[in-house]
């Protein structure tokens, strides 16, 4: 085996065999694959794509580069995953209401790539909190809690965790081929029976339309049933924010308001976190109302804000986070509104250049040395169709300097159109089964 010639396949629009894929997961995993080469595969892939039979292989590799988790929970153990957007934060609500309706979940998650926010970077601006942890310890706070968010230990699929930050500073993110074995290469590792998918499409998502989320999507479950897990997919719109906040302490702040049983904070957030958790329990055998129904009360109810709390302490972060979250998640010393320059209706917005303004204030990496200013981002979002005066507010800056909150602001009019009332089409545009 030689890495040179399967990047050279590669370049030549061939798909290299399972042996040579395998091959090169593990090289990831224990570094006989040097950072040059892997950013090379990386693009090759990126460029000419691989055979249905090659992502499999690839996505099975980098499972098998380490451990790959068995339970024995008196209940099922489900995940799901987000193709990535802005102000999207379902996982910090989902995995808790699902803990609560009597589901484990060893949510493995990832940190921002591009213009999206990571899971992982949104739980550590909770002071204290590590998602670094042991097999033994996920295994604990799953069985004990009923939900772990971590990052991948560091025997759940190595070569992952090494090619995805790669992908991230090296313009490869966009793969639908690096995609799917990014993210199930960690989720079947897990052990899960069934696994629900948030695949994203429009403006702040890497797929910018439904015919490429359609591909993803069926990329993504054809192979993950294959490797059999049970897994759907929705796609949904992220022509804006799934929220009205971006940015790490500022989106686990409107998780903390829907978690307190105020779903107007983010209605999108929460219909939609409903939604998925719904789905992976229909996959269970429950019906669809009965499935609503339970998310729904696990999350006015209190009891998943509860999990999330106790979660949280295991992790150690504050053992009083359900009560005191305001005075925990750090804060901005720039806080400033944006006005909008004329009157109109909110006709588009560009949320990829809006997750780009988030990493410009500090909030997101360029490269992978970078370390994120928790405090920063945007609340109080504008939402499409929103009708709106000439200098009334189209979100407000949190920054670490007045320099960077000026420059954000102007990055937010750039990305924000104002004109005629858009049309604007549902949340859940299509389900893949």
């Known amino acids: 085996?030689?890495?040179?010639?399967?990047?050279?396949?590669?370049?030549?629009?061939?798909?290299?065999?399972?042996?040579?894929?395998?091959?090169?997961?593990?090289?990831?995993?224990?570094?006989?694959?040097?950072?040059?080469?892997?950013?090379?595969?990386?693009?090759?892939?990126?460029?000419?794509?691989?055979?249905?039979?090659?992502?499999?292989?690839?996505?099975?590799?980098?499972?098998?580069?380490?451990?790959?988790?068995?339970?024995?929970?008196?209940?099922?153990?489900?995940?799901?995953?987000?193709?990535?957007?802005?102000?999207?934060c379902v996982s910090l609500?989902?995995?808790?209401?699902?803990?609560?309706?009597?589901?484990?979940?060893?949510?493995?998650?990832?940190?921002?790539?591009?213009?999206?926010?990571?899971?992982?970077?949104?739980?550590?601006?909770?002071?204290?909190?590590?998602?670094?942890?042991?097999?033994?310890?996920?295994?604990?706070?799953?069985?004990?809690?009923?939900c772990a968010i971590v990052g991948a230990t560091g025997q759940i699929a190595p070569a992952d965790k090494r090619l995805y930050a790669i992908r991230d500073v090296t313009a490869t993110v966009e793969s639908a081929d690096l995609i799917t074995a990014s993210i199930l290469s960690k989720k079947l590792a897990a052990g899960l029976e069934s696994l629900i998918l948030d695949v994203k499409c429009g403006s702040g998502a890497f797929m910018k339309t439904p015919q490429e989320a359609r591909a993803l999507a069926r990329a993504l479950v054809d192979t993950a049933n294959g490797a059999g897990c049970r897994t759907e997919a929705l796609i949904t719109d992220m022509n804006e924010p799934l929220a009205p906040a971006l940015g790490n302490a500022v989106e686990v702040a409107v998780c903390m308001e829907i978690l307190s049983g105020n779903k107007l904070a983010a209605p999108r957030l929460h219909d939609l976190t409903v939604a998925l958790g719904a789905r992976l329990l229909v996959m269970q055998g429950a019906d669809d109302a009965s499935a609503t129904g339970q998310v729904e009360e696990a999350i006015s109810s209190g009891a998943a804000m509860e999990r999330f709390a106790k979660m949280v302490a295991a992790l150690g972060g504050p053992p009083d986070m359900a009560e005191d979250w305001h005075t925990h998640l750090p804060k901005a010393p720039v806080v400033n509104a944006v006005a909008a320059p004329e009157a109109g209706h909110i006709s588009a917005i560009d949320g990829e250049a809006l997750g780009l303004a988030v990493v410009a204030l500090g909030g997101g990496r360029r490269v992978e040395t970078d370390r994120i200013d928790p405090a920063v981002g945007f609340t109080d979002m504008v939402g499409l169709g929103e009708k709106i005066d000439q200098g009334a507010r189209l979100c407000t800056v949190h920054a670490a300097t007045k320099d960077a909150a000026d420059k954000a602001a102007r990055a937010v009019q750039a990305a924000i159109r104002i004109g005629d009332a858009p049309e604007t089409g549902p949340l859940i545009i299509e389900r893949i089964t």
């Open 1 to 88: 085996m030689d890495a040179r010639a399967i990047i050279a396949k590669l370049r030549k629009h061939q798909t290299p065999d399972r042996a040579e894929l395998t091959w090169f997961a593990k090289g990831l995993a224990d570094g006989a694959i040097s950072d040059a080469q892997a950013g090379a595969f990386a693009m090759a892939v990126c460029l000419n794509g691989l055979s249905d039979e090659g992502r499999v292989a690839l996505t099975q590799g980098m499972r098998d580069s380490g451990d790959v988790l068995r339970w024995d929970l008196p209940g099922p153990v489900l995940d799901k995953h987000s193709t990535g957007g802005v102000g999207d």
């Open 93 to 146: 609500i989902l995995a808790p209401a699902l803990a609560a309706c009597g589901v484990f979940v060893p949510m493995i998650s990832g940190r921002g790539l591009g213009h999206t926010g990571g899971t992982l970077d949104k739980l550590e601006a909770i002071p204290g909190l590590n998602i670094n942890v042991t097999e033994d310890q996920l295994r604990r706070i799953t069985r004990d809690v009923g």
